[in-house]
């Protein structure tokens, strides 16, 4: 069965991770209005690096005794955001800059759910021949 | 599944920036209240936000953050004092007292409230269509 394990390659993850930026991105929006709230998001590279096995930024273990870190896509890898104009009362969140990234973060999750429904299509004309 | 908790998130917010509404409509519709001592007059009120980390939902504790109402701040400067002998709230040197409440800084905060309501509105339709075209998966 190991064909079928490695079916939807990387999308499997992308909409796991693209599931959890969005609360991310949703969280900054509520609190677009909220003194001392510094707007955060996932960094995509840390997330990918630490997905496909380089090095990332997640708790390394150096002996077998070690406990291994919570298995999470986004662990380690949520990020303060720079804004462009910080504002009086200590708020980060630019609410265009975060309505522009939810969006874009859900086209990204309904092109990984195309990926998917292709590859399950694909599968099934492989399998009932028609 | 996080996308489940953009509703409680978003949620929080749109009942946060209900109650600001309410408290810049109580606002507006006593901004010609009056009163006989600088006491009884009416302060302009104001909300204040505070991000709620929930860990009470089940998620985890850092990425999703609500919004909860932490109190209702009344605005300390001075009510405006009237020379009006003839009102019959005037008080023994002929003042009323009226409220301290700023109209043109009560519409931009309605008009604040009122954008970031529906941000969170489009947020919560967003996340119900991708969750809906999750479970349409593989149809």
Redesign the interface.
């Known amino acids: 069965m190991g064909f079928f394990n490695g079916a939807f390659g990387i999308h499997e993850n992308s909409?796991l991770l693209r599931?959890?930026r969005?609360?991310?991105l949703?969280?900054n929006?509520?609190?677009?209005?909220?003194?001392n709230?510094k707007a955060r998001d996932l960094d995509f590279a840390a997330v990918l690096a630490g997905e496909t096995g380089s090095a990332g930024l997640g708790l390394a273990r150096t002996r077998t005794a070690h406990i291994a870190p919570a298995a999470?896509v986004?662990d380690g890898a949520?990020r303060y955001r720079n804004p462009f104009q910080p504002s009086l009362d200590g708020n980060t969140v630019e609410?265009q800059v975060e309505?522009a990234a939810?969006?874009d973060n859900?086209v990204r999750?309904?092109a990984s759910?195309m990926f998917?429904?292709r590859r399950?299509s694909t599968l099934q004309l492989a399998i009932t021949g028609q | 599944m996080s996308l489940f908790n953009i509703f409680n998130v978003a949620g929080s917010a749109l009942n946060a920036q209900s109650i600001r509404l309410n408290v810049v409509s109580s606002n507006l519709a006593n901004a010609d209240s009056v009163a006989t001592d600088p006491g009884s007059a009416y302060r302009a009120r104001h909300p204040v936000f505070q991000a709620a980390m929930q860990t009470a939902w089940g998620a985890e504790p850092d990425a999703s953050a609500g919004v909860r109402v932490l109190g209702v701040w009344q605005s300390p400067e001075a009510p405006a004092k009237r020379h009006a002998p003839g009102h019959p709230l005037a008080d023994g040197e002929g003042y009323v007292w009226g409220s301290n409440v700023n109209v043109v800084e009560e519409m931009a905060n309605m008009i604040s409230a009122s954008r970031s309501f529906q941000t969170n509105v489009e947020v919560m339709n967003t996340s119900r269509d991708l969750l809906l075209k999750t479970i349409a998966m593989g149809r």
């Open positions: 909409l599931g959890q969005a609360g991310v949703a969280a929006i509520a609190n677009a209005d909220t003194p709230y999470d986004v949520l609410a309505q939810f969006a859900a999750f309904q759910l998917i429904n399950i």
